[in-house]
């Protein structure tokens, strides 16, 4: 299957600092990329739809302002968690969508925040 | 929110059982994808059955559907220890843009 590549896969920063998480679509283009949050032992939570050249669909209750996405190519979308605090500590999952139904996903990302 | 309720949230086995996870869901779909997820991973497409099947099977793992009763089963036979992860059902919402997930199945296979 396709492979996505998500980037960093574990950091810690400081309470306060923000924090960048790239997936990349490595063999194919994908113009629409998907970010989800997981708490420990729960399902996924769509944050958002990322579409490239345009500005990101965020899901009900999630702010654009706190979680920044940009879709600069096809073949990238970044997550950026500026001003991060303790609770935004957790898992964020990305995917993207190759033909009508697959999505593959990346690796996740795991974030502590101090 | 989850398109699907899952049942068990937990699932203990022996090696070589079979496990049997179950999925209901509230709207309308054109089709059903399962997932697994190992600990702390992204996860990985298992199979997709679309609205008009009532089975399909990939390997040890057989899928049911029943639109009637917007339900779901997935089966996995002669278990392994390798079996061990998270298992979700997923459908398209949102008018067919947002794959949305169920609450999961957590599956422990013991040797």
């Known amino acids: 299957g396709a492979v996505v590549s998500q980037h960093p896969s574990w950091v810690i920063c400081k309470s306060g600092t923000s924090v960048k998480i790239e997936c990349r679509s490595l063999d194919f283009q994908a113009t629409t990329m998907f970010w989800y949050r997981q708490f420990p032992k729960q399902s996924l939570m769509l944050m958002a739809t990322?579409?490239?050249?345009?500005?990101?669909?965020?899901e009900q209750g999630v702010e654009k302002d706190k979680f920044l996405i940009n879709h600069a190519s096809l073949t990238l979308s970044t997550l950026t968690v500026t001003s991060a605090h303790p609770e935004d500590s957790s898992f964020y999952i990305c995917s993207a969508r190759q033909g009508a139904n697959i999505q593959y996903f990346g690796a996740g990302t795991r974030l502590s925040v101090l | 929110s989850q398109q699907g309720e899952e049942d068990p949230q937990a699932l203990s086995i022996q090696e070589g059982e079979n496990a049997t996870m179950n999925c209901s869901y509230k709207t309308s779909i054109n089709n059903l994808q399962w997932y697994r997820q190992n600990s702390g991973r992204g996860l990985v497409h298992l199979i997709l059955?679309?609205?008009?099947?009532r089975e399909k099977h990939s390997g040890r793992l057989r899928v049911t559907l029943d639109t009637s009763k917007k339900s779901s089963s997935l089966l996995i036979t002669a278990s392994r220890a390798a079996d061990t992860a998270s298992y979700f059902c997923a459908s398209y919402t949102g008018g067919g843009n947002k794959l949305t997930f169920g609450t999961g199945t957590q599956l422990k296979v013991e040797l």
């Open positions: 990322s579409n490239e050249g345009s500005k990101a669909t965020y």
């Open positions: 059955i679309r609205s008009n099947e």
